[in-house]
């Protein structure tokens, strides 16, 4: 069942969003060759201590529980990537998910950066990356039906050359991080018949994930990494979103979205 949230609840939300942004431009300024995905955890963990902030991933239930606060998934890993003592070196790309709860509301959201100088291939889907995450939100003002905006994303995607992963979705958010609609960045006959109206008060999860080759993937043995079949990169980008009567509110601003 889709729960509507009240204008003051969406500001209730916002602090944890506030601090996942601020997580990640943590990371951002983190990242370089030679530092450990492990060492990026510890210093997100280290941040969600300091404003009494629950971490959402750690512990999460699984085959294994979940062991860190943020997922680290570098190149060919989709999602889910559990950090480690792996050393980044340049030319990688790294998607970073990570979320909080404040107060009992939360914030969710990914990002895909560059280690150092990357190719042309993990150059334009990191853009592509980008571009369908911000695509999809503007499309919130011009479509009444989440299938409307999510065939604009994956045609966006094709466009391009690359893939919609179809095994993983975006989601509802608030008092929990995984709350009804489902959220997918593809159109099926799932996403037709789960289709759901973009009313104000809804509050979502928009995660594309897109692959440079075929869109099927895989789970590693440790039951959390998810990695593309064919061995070829993917990006995560994700932005806890709220509609709201004068639009779409993003809810884990990067710097460059507070300053437009």
């Known amino acids: 069942m889709i729960t509507l949230k009240s204008r003051r609840e969406i500001e209730q939300m916002r602090p944890a969003g506030l601090l996942v942004a601020e997580a990640h431009r943590l990371v951002a300024s983190m990242i370089r060759p030679g530092i450990t995905t492990g060492e990026i955890d510890r210093a997100v963990e280290a941040l ?11 512990g999460f239930p699984g085959p294994v529980p979940f062991p860190a606060v943020c997922c680290m998934s570098v190149n060919e890993e989709v999602v889910h990537g559990i950090p480690s003592d792996r050393v980044l070196v340049e ?8 979320g909080c709860k404040i107060n009992g509301w939360c914030g969710d959201s990914a990002w895909s950066y ?7 291939k993990k150059q334009k ?3 592509v990356g980008e571009a369908s995450l911000l695509l999809s939100i503007n499309a919130i003002t011009e479509c009444k039906l989440w299938s409307e905006v999510a065939a604009k994303l994956e045609g966006f995607i094709n466009q ?4 919609s992963v179809v095994d993983f979705v975006g989601h509802g958010i608030g008092k929990e991080m995984h709350e009804d609609p489902q959220v997918p960045h593809y159109v099926d006959k799932g996403t037709l018949e789960n ?4 009313r104000p008060g809804l509050v979502i999860a928009i995660e594309p994930m897109v692959n440079a080759g075929a869109k099927e993937v895989l789970i590693a043995e440790d039951y959390w990494t998810v990695q593309t079949i064919d061995g070829e990169p993917s990006v995560h ?21 507070l300053t437009k």
């Open 48 to 58: 969600f201590q300091e404003n009494s902030a629950i971490p959402l991933f750690k």
């Open 91 to 98: 030319g990688d790309i790294i998607s970073v998910d990570t």
């Open 114 to 120: 560059p280690v150092g100088q990357v190719d042309e």
């Open 125 to 127: 889907l990191l853009e």
């Open 160 to 163: 391009n050359g690359f893939s």
């Open 195 to 198: 289709d759901f109206e973009l």
């Open 237 to 257: 980008f994700e932005h806890t979103v709220a509609i709201t009567s004068s639009g779409p509110e993003i809810l884990t601003p990067r710097l460059s979205e």
